[in-house]
């Protein structure tokens, strides 16, 4: 699939969600104040981006005057009140500062439960039925078509329900577990290097940047999920790679999501992490640090994976799904060049000293970093490699589809969300307009 092919679907989604933000390239021509390192798009976003505040400001004003370009993130966060192609209002975002983790009261937060749910709900032909949890995909006989799947709920009682058509939307990680516990595909095998179900686990490569000042107040507090800055300048293919020993690249996104009283404690290195001399350092600290991080890329190899958990099961006795994973030794090559950047980025911000986290091989999953899980039900052309085609039809089970950013064969250093939604409406367009046609048949041919 080409940048081209998948442009409609993409702006079928951003119309869909309200995005707010600044296009660089509409029609092959490079647009003022956009990344100029974007693929063509036929218009711009349905908003303008969000207003500044003062820290992306200055990393956008200090990273412009060393040659770089950024531009607004684009943010599903409303900057202006919207109605979206479904009729759908939205409120214009107030910038709360309580928005990553929690619900938006001012109803200026894109998500399924404000642009889609809504509308759905009015349609006499659709029905919810919430605090269930489907159990697992029923097969026909021969495994080669579903009939339906078995879901449970508050009862504890399971129930059947028939479908000609099913499509997994929970989420790429229990895609690919459900896919497993169902017998849909053959689950992937890192000795012999077969199986598709469960390869090219994918996450993202992080690392990040505090620089402190004496005489700066960033007021954190005013602030909204996804408002700031980014540059991707080092991201993907926009830079030099020849002399490089690595692939891929990363997204440097000064975005200050949130300045809350518990989460936001940013002190400088060497502070002890409690008693008096902490509480001094978190009161010099609050208001005048700055930090931005790099999102970077995260390629698959052999043996990153998900698999069935062979002891620990879940309340209903299935295997939990397993993750095998480190990150690879091309990422963190990669992940150590863009830190370098940002260094360069921190010294001209001249703030009285900066900190870099890097990116260490020995994953941990303790410390918060991404949810940006991809991969496990990769889509692709050969069905030897990819559990779904193109249009996200399982390879196996053709009644099928599988949705989510469980189809990424590799992760980007970008969020998932944008090109999740695309593909879910490239899947949708398939079905409604082939694949009801001739129900059960393969899309493509293996
Ligand atoms: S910051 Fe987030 S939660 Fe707050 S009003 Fe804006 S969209 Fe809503």
Redesign the pocket.
């Known amino acids: 699939m080409t940048g081209a092919e998948m442009e409609p679907y993409y702006d079928q989604f951003e119309y869909l969600a309200g995005i707010s933000g600044k296009a660089g390239n509409i029609k092959g021509q490079l647009q003022e104040g956009g990344n100029p390192f974007e693929d063509p798009r036929s218009r711009d976003y349905p908003n303008p981006p969000m207003q500044m505040t003062y820290a992306p400001t200055l990393f956008a004003e200090v990273g412009r005057s060393i040659g770089l370009h950024p531009f607004p993130t684009p943010s ?3 900057s202006r009140a919207y109605v979206n192609p479904l009729g759908i209002a939205m ?10 983790r ?8 894109s998500s399924a439960q404000t642009t889609v749910l809504p509308v759905l709900m009015k349609k006499s032909n659709f029905e919810v039925r919430t605090d269930s949890e489907v159990l697992h995909v029923d097969l026909a006989p021969g495994g080669k078509s579903a009939r339906g799947v078995t879901y449970v709920d508050t009862s504890g009682e399971e129930y059947f329900q028939p479908a000609d058509l099913v499509l997994l939307c929970a989420y790429g990680l229990h895609n690919a577990r459900l896919m497993m516990l169902s017998g849909i595909g053959k689950i992937y095998d890192p000795g012999s290097g077969e199986g598709t179900v469960g390869r090219n686990y994918c996450y993202q490569t992080n690392a990040g940047v505090q620089v402190f000042f004496d005489d700066k107040n960033f007021n954190p507090f005013i ?3 996804a ?1 700031g800055q980014t540059i991707d300048d080092y991201n993907g293919d926009a830079f030099d790679h020849g002399a490089l020993d690595f692939v891929g690249g990363a997204g440097i996104n000064c975005i200050p999501t949130n300045g809350r009283p518990i989460g936001t404690r940013p002190t400088l290195p060497g502070t002890p992490k409690w008693g008096s001399a902490w509480k001094k350092a978190t009161v010099e600290g609050y208001k005048s640090t700055l930090g931005y991080s790099s999102q970077g890329s995260s390629y698959a190899t052999r043996n990153n994976y998900l698999d069935l958990d062979p002891t620990y099961k879940d309340r209903f006795g299935r295997p939990l799904m397993r993750m095998t994973f480190d990150f690879p030794d091309n990422d963190i090559r990669m992940s150590n060049y863009v830190c370098d950047r940002m260094e360069e980025i921190a010294k001209a911000l001249g703030g009285k000293q900066y900190a870099v986290s890097r990116r260490k091989k020995g994953w941990d999953s303790v410390p918060y970093q991404s949810t940006h899980n991809t991969g496990g039900a990769i889509m692709g052309t050969d069905p030897k490699k990819s559990a779904v085609n193109t249009f996200l039809q399982s390879w196996d089970v053709p009644n099928v589809f599988v949705i989510g950013a469980s189809a990424f064969p590799q992760n980007a250093g970008k969020n998932p969300t944008g090109t999740v939604g695309a593909l879910a409406f490239r899947a949708a367009d398939a079905i409604r307009n082939q694949y009801l046609r001739n129900p059960g048949a393969p899309l493509v041919q293996a």
């Open positions: 599903a966060n409303m409120g214009q975002c107030t910038y709360c500062g309580f928005c990553e929690f619900g938006c009261a001012n109803y200026s937060k602030a909204a999920g408002l």
